[in-house]
């Protein structure tokens, strides 16, 4: 993938992510909502929420806020997967790369 390519893929993702968190809108369409839960910003959103408003109210906007725990396990899991994503991503570019080098010397 050339570099303009990897702008607009990422550009629209996270445009998407930063929708379909909550943070921005509260009732996301069913069609995408599965799609927070891939995203960094709800987990941190909601964990925010929990920081500054545990101690006041257990409800902020309809949204309930939780311990935490789940929250913290899921940004862990979400960016150690992307970054094994990436890092398949780069190989397989990588093994493409060996194979049109051996192409263009043989």
């Known amino acids: 993938m050339d570099l303009k390519g990897a702008t607009t893929l ?3 993702t996270v445009m998407t992510f930063m929708l379909a968190g909550g943070f921005f809108v509260q009732r996301v369409p069913i069609f995408i909502s599965w799609i927070r839960y891939m995203s960094l910003n709800y987990h ?3 964990l925010l929420l929990k920081v500054q408003y545990e101690h006041l109210t257990p ?3 309809g949204i309930k806020i939780d311990s935490g725990a789940t929250k913290v396990a899921a940004l862990i899991a979400t960016v150690f997967g992307y970054r094994f ?3 398949l991503s780069l190989q397989s570019d990588e ?3 060996r194979s049109m080098r051996s192409f263009i010397q043989a």
């Open 10 to 12: 990422v550009s629209v």
């Open 44 to 46: 941190t959103f909601k």
């Open 59 to 61: 409800v902020v906007n």
């Open 85 to 87: 994503l990436a890092y």
């Open 95 to 97: 093994a493409s790369i």
